[in-house]
Structure formats: structure tokens, C-alpha cells
């Protein structure tokens, strides 16, 4: 229970993001790769998609790999909008020895009483930005 707390207070005076705002990153070659849009306790109509470029011989395809949060089975790499406080779009292990990765992010959310936003974020790296 200790280290839990000491977890926290390191945490909160060091973090704050998600929990004041609505935050989007993306982190790459962190052993996932991964595009994330969150807000404690606020929920939003949201839908992300995140794409993962090989870098390491060069960016010779649009992409090499497409992930989103909440995909249309019936449409080949159309993301739907989902009602939540936490979005993400993951690729667990995807980290491989030799390979550099380059994640460039889409956070697309609709509001009710103001125009869509979408935001994109690119990185070819581990730290978590305004993230946290």
C-alpha cells in the first residue's frame, strides 16, 4: 500500500493532463506503439486511429501498420465513434529488434454543442508529452 501512495503523490506533482483535460499523445518504439485520448471523468463521442510507420529503412508505404479503438468490421480501416472518457489505439509488442517506429495519431472527437475537432500527433518516441 506504501508504494501505491508514494506512486500517487509522484504522480500528482508531476502529472495532470487527463485529469484537468482532454489530452491526446502518441508514444512509439515504448514496446507498444499507441495513440491515446483521455479526460477522468468526462466522456466524449470519440474515435482513434493510429498508424505505424517501419522507419528504420525508411518511409517508402503510406503505412505499415493501422490500429484504432473501436473499428468498423465491415469497413477496412474505418474507426467508429464510441462515448468515453478514455480512448486508444494500441499495438501491444509491437516493438521488434532493428526496427524503428514513427506513430502519427488521429484524435477525432464530436461534440454536441461546437464543431468536431481533430487532433494529430506524431512521434518516433517513448515520452509521453502532455500525457500525463
Known amino acids: 500500500m506504501r508504494k501505491y501512495l508514494i506512486l500517487l503523490l509522484a504522480l500528482s506533482t508531476t502529472s495532470h493532463a487527463g485529469f484537468l483535460k482532454l489530452t491526446h499523445h502518441s508514444r512509439a518504439n515504448c514496446g507498444n506503439n499507441e495513440t491515446i485520448?483521455?479526460?477522468?471523468?468526462?466522456?466524449?463521442?470519440?474515435?482513434?486511429?493510429?498508424?505505424?510507420?517501419?522507419?528504420?529503412?525508411?518511409?517508402?508505404?503510406?503505412?505499415?501498420?493501422?490500429?484504432?479503438?473501436?473499428?468498423?468490421?465491415?469497413?477496412?480501416?474505418?474507426?467508429?465513434?464510441?462515448?468515453?472518457?478514455?480512448?486508444?489505439?494500441?499495438?501491444?509488442?509491437?516493438?521488434?529488434?532493428?526496427?524503428?517506429?514513427?506513430?502519427r495519431g488521429y484524435h477525432y472527437i464530436k461534440y454536441v454543442d461546437k464543431p468536431p475537432e481533430l487532433v494529430g500527433t506524431t512521434t518516433t518516441d517513448c515520452s509521453i508529452g502532455e500525457g500525463w
Open 37 to 103: 485520448s483521455w479526460h477522468l471523468g468526462h466522456s466524449y463521442n470519440m474515435n482513434i486511429s493510429s498508424m505505424h510507420f517501419d522507419i528504420s529503412a525508411g518511409e517508402t508505404k503510406p503505412y505499415d501498420h493501422f490500429v484504432c479503438d473501436n473499428p468498423d468490421p465491415k469497413k477496412k480501416e474505418t474507426c467508429n465513434l464510441r462515448y468515453t472518457s478514455r480512448s486508444a489505439a494500441i499495438c501491444w509488442g509491437e516493438m521488434s529488434k532493428g526496427i524503428k517506429w514513427k506513430v
